[in-house]
């Protein structure tokens, strides 16, 4: 068995290649969904069945006669491939990380397992990504489809923090007034908080209740509007026909929305806090979890606001989307330094 304990260099520059693309991803896929571009493609993994978007009259004449029922939007088709071919590119890297890292995987403390686990969370989105399109933005797949981001991008940013330690002395965390195990029920608790709130962005989107109430701070003037909470959570939706724009109505949509604002309330609580007590730490790892916690926030709050403020600006919705992926990242990264052990070269 190879005991060396440093990454090699290429798994720390696939890495990193992997991290940027997939930034690009998420905020490319955001940015198809909140223009209605997720059907700028009606077929997959092609559009029209080319590898490119119609252009000329001659060819975009032959895509509608192959589909009659979506016509070519050149401007919504190009977002959807592109955001495609970064998606693939992305799968293309990762592919290559999980294939190199069979050579390491006797090597002491190298993070075979979690490339592994990439490689098959990107076969998934692929799937989901697939679905997306041929099962027309079914709000159970397209809600996923973002699940499944957040979590390959916060998959490779533990995997870039494993790859980083390597070789490194690792010094147990050191706590203030907290011990260790309430210190792994806090970072729990932020990753149920944050998967609830992700959810309910991802279906308020997919649905479409982004606009569903009007003002602030309360929703179309009342604190507890009329609201369809069965309507708005019916996960036993039928897929299809086309789920563009939405089909639930509008006191669905504000139950959706309002339990997001609440749900980001009680959230923001509950950061602010643990903001406070990581800040409070002697250990400057911790500290900074504080810090990152604090910012992120104000920033989602605000973005949050401004949503609804300026009635869904693309790019702010676009950067609000992207904040609750970097949030998401955050908390995966805090549970992986608290429950991990110390005192060693690498914790796993």
């Known amino acids: 068995m190879n005991t060396s304990t440093t990454a090699p260099k290429w798994s720390l520059l696939l890495t990193y290649v992997s991290l940027a693309i997939v930034i690009c991803v ?13 059907l700028g493609c009606p077929d997959w993994p092609g559009c029209y069945g080319s590898l490119v978007v119609p252009q000329t009259s001659l060819e975009i004449s032959a895509a509608e006669a192959l ?9 919504k088709g190009w977002l959807e491939m592109i955001h495609r071919y970064f998606a693939t590119a992305l799968g293309f890297v990762i592919l290559v990380l999980a294939v190199a890292s069979w050579s390491q995987r ?12 990439l490689l098959a969370m990107v076969i998934l989105q692929g799937t989901f990504g697939a679905w997306t399109v041929t099962w027309k933005l079914w ?7 973002l699940l499944g981001g957040f979590i390959t991008a916060s998959l490779l940013t533990v995997l870039l923090i494993k790859l980083r330690r390597m070789g490194q002395q690792v010094k ?22 944050i998967i609830i709130q992700v959810f309910l ?7 479409y209740a982004a606009l569903a109430c009007s003002d602030l701070p309360n929703c179309n003037g009342s604190w ?18 086309n789920y563009l724009g939405g089909l639930m109505n509008s006191e669905a949509r504000q139950a959706i929305h309002v339990l997001h604002r609440y749900g980001a309330l009680i959230l923001g609580v509950f950061l602010l806090v643990m903001s406070y007590r990581l800040i409070a730490q002697k250990d400057s790892r911790l500290r900074q979890f504080g810090v990152g916690f604090l910012i992120l926030f104000t920033v ?23 904040g609750g992926a970097c949030l998401f990242a955050l908390t995966l990264s805090l549970i992986y330094v608290v429950f991990s052990k110390r005192g060693r070269l690498n914790e796993f």
């Not at 706590?175 to 970072?187: D, G, K, M, P, V």
């Open 26 to 38: 998420i905020v490319l896929g955001s940015w198809t969904r909140l223009a209605d571009a997720g």
């Open 67 to 75: 589909y009659p029922d979506a016509p070519v939007e050149v401007g």
């Open 106 to 117: 006797k090597r002491l403390f190298y993070p075979f397992v979690l490339t592994q686990c």
């Open 139 to 145: 709000p159970q797949v397209v809600t996923s489809h």
């Open 172 to 193: 147990p965390l050191s706590l203030t007034n907290i011990s260790h195990s309430r210190l792994r029920i806090w970072a729990i608790m932020a990753a149920v908080l």
């Open 201 to 207: 962005g991802g279906w308020m989107s997919s649905n």
């Open 224 to 241: 507890w509007p009329e609201m369809d909470f069965s309507e708005g959570f019916n996960l036993t939706q039928s897929i299809g026909p």
């Open 300 to 322: 989602q709050f605000c973005l949050g606001v401004a949503n609804i403020y300026y009635f869904l600006p693309l790019p702010v919705a676009v950067a609000h989307n992207f």
